[in-house]
């Protein structure tokens, strides 16, 4: 009778074998990166800005800045909010975007599987069309909406906002090439992400990334010198031609125009690609993903006219990888005691989380070429550069002296003082009252008890370089979370699921039956 059993039955007993098996896994020390896969893509949904959709999911978030823009004749409603406060910055929120929409071009199956690229999709679009709407002439870019120092004179929920919601802008005469660039880099790369399911939106986007390129590119400076107010909180350090770069080598990707990989084969070396060696991955330095980015072209062997370029890029690209993994001469990320990736004091998990994300990419890469990576102080096959991003990864799900999860909501013990104002009040949704602007803090910023909202999926500043975590709404360095700590984790929740998939069931058999059913 088995042959003849319904395809809803033989459904239901895959699924159940899966589960199953994950969680004997589970049961030997593992973690569920199914439900950590789920939890992160939650966590873009409590980040919100606009008037949220019907299918919101976070329960205790409601509309909010939905006058953005009103004052400079422009509709600027929607987007991010970066971490715990109101204000709408771009470069980080386009990173974001690029982030997400890297893990899903490279992992978009594994995310599939899991039941959670619908919502990885919605959490790329609520950015994408915002830089539609920011993005209101070839050569103007709306850049911040809100200051960041009116802002954090105030604690109080989005929904109750009464500071500044002015707007600023980069143009031709107030130019601001990172932020185009990486606006463009995340409007290219989810081009990708959409072509299939949405062609008209993906050529929508791409039309935007190239036009933003080409204005970043004519008009040359740091948006930090034109809109002045973001410096004390998002200065470009980098300054702009890792921007400009990593926009080139995305347009390259989903275009496959020659002009973009021209672009970035011939500025490698006036543009720091093939001279900046780099120790972390961030909002504001791109240098490590770029070069993995044209590392990812020579091993595909295309554009052997350009090799020569392309392994000077390889081998900027792997000492950020060798470096990560201890085994460069001298020049490696420092540790802590318990062998978490330390880069500095303040938010540190972002560089672990775009760190982890990178060396999982890497040893992919170097699987589909059968190759090694070849460090000063040995060689790593691609299972091993996995099998340290999975113990960064752990560490940060609670394999850790104190047992805490870092991703809020996951696990039995995670932070619960989460510097975040919305999640730190009473839900708009419980109790409509009008909470001022101080009157946070004297309410419940101080308040010793946990948040009433948990934000779920947020990853936040994490340990201090002793692995030591203060759970307190006021130690912002290790309690604040922010949309780019997150972003580069839902690839590579993504990939683990399926190596643990793998591990509990090394015949295949289960996954076959899986693959069977989706046909």
Not at 311 to 340: I, Q, W
């Amino acid at each position: 009778m088995e042959a003849h059993r319904h395809p809803q039955q033989c459904r239901h007993c895959v699924h159940h074998l899966l589960l199953l098996l994950i969680l004997c896994a589970s049961a030997s020390g593992a973690f569920d990166y199914s439900d950590a896969l789920a939890k992160s893509l939650l966590y873009f949904e409590s980040q919100r800005s606009g008037r949220l959709p019907h299918g919101q999911r976070v329960a205790w978030r409601d509309h909010s800045g939905l006058t953005d823009g009103l004052e400079q004749g422009v509709d600027l409603v929607g987007g991010y909010y970066d971490a715990g406060d109101h204000v709408k910055f771009g470069l980080p929120m386009a990173f974001t975007v690029t982030m997400l929409s890297w893990s899903v071009v490279e992992y978009r199956d594994e995310i599939d599987a899991a039941g959670e690229l619908e919502h990885a999709m919605e959490a790329i679009k609520w950015g994408t069309d915002y830089f539609v709407k920011a993005h209101t002439s070839p050569n103007v870019l709306w850049a911040e909406v809100g200051d960041g120092d009116t802002d954090h004179y105030c604690w109080q929920r989005p929904e109750d906002m009464t500071t500044s919601r002015q707007a600023y802008r980069v143009d031709e005469s107030s130019p601001g090439s990172d932020l185009a660039g990486e606006t463009a880099a995340a409007m290219a790369a989810a081009s990708i992400v959409f072509r299939r399911s949405n062609p008209h939106y993906a050529h929508l986007l791409l039309h935007h990334a190239q036009q933003l390129f080409e204005f970043g590119d004519r008009y040359r400076g740091k948006y930090d010198g034109s809109v002045g107010v973001v410096k004390s909180y998002y200065a470009s350090v980098s300054g702009y031609k890792d921007e400009l770069l990593w926009a080139a080598l995305w347009l390259h990707r989903a275009t496959d125009g020659e002009d973009y990989l021209k672009y970035a084969t011939d500025k490698a070396g006036c543009f720091g690609g093939i001279g900046w060696a780099m120790s972390e991955f961030s909002w504001d330095v791109k240098y490590a993903g770029l070069q993995l980015l044209a590392s990812q072209l020579l091993m595909e062997g295309k554009h052997k006219d350009r090799a020569h370029i392309l392994e000077r890029y390889r081998s900027k690209a792997e000492h950020y990888l060798c470096s990560c993994l201890d085994k460069n001469n001298g020049s490696n990320v420092e540790r802590t005691p318990a062998g978490l990736l330390y880069v500095r004091q303040w938010n540190n998990m972002q560089y672990v989380s775009s760190a982890a994300f990178l060396l999982t990419v890497y040893s992919d890469i170097l699987s589909g070429a059968n190759r090694k990576l070849h460090c000063p102080q040995g060689t790593l096959a691609p299972e091993e550069i996995l099998s340290f991003a999975k113990a960064q990864v752990d560490y940060i799900l609670g394999s850790n002296p104190l047992n805490m999860s870092y991703l809020v909501g996951f696990g039995p013990k995670y932070p619960t003082r989460v510097h975040h104002r919305g999640a730190s009040i009473v839900s708009y949704r419980e109790s409509k009252g009008f909470i001022g602007c101080t009157q946070g803090y004297d309410n419940w910023y101080s308040s010793p008890g946990p948040n009433p909202n948990v934000l779920v999926g947020a990853l936040v500043g994490g340990p201090d370089c002793q692995d030591n975590f203060r759970d307190e709404r006021g130690n912002y360095m290790q309690t604040e979370a922010c949309t780019y700590n997150t972003a580069p984790l839902v690839g590579v929740f993504a990939r683990l699921l399926r190596l643990q998939e793998r591990e509990a069931d090394p015949s295949g058999k289960v996954s076959l039956l899986a693959s069977y059913k989706k046909k």
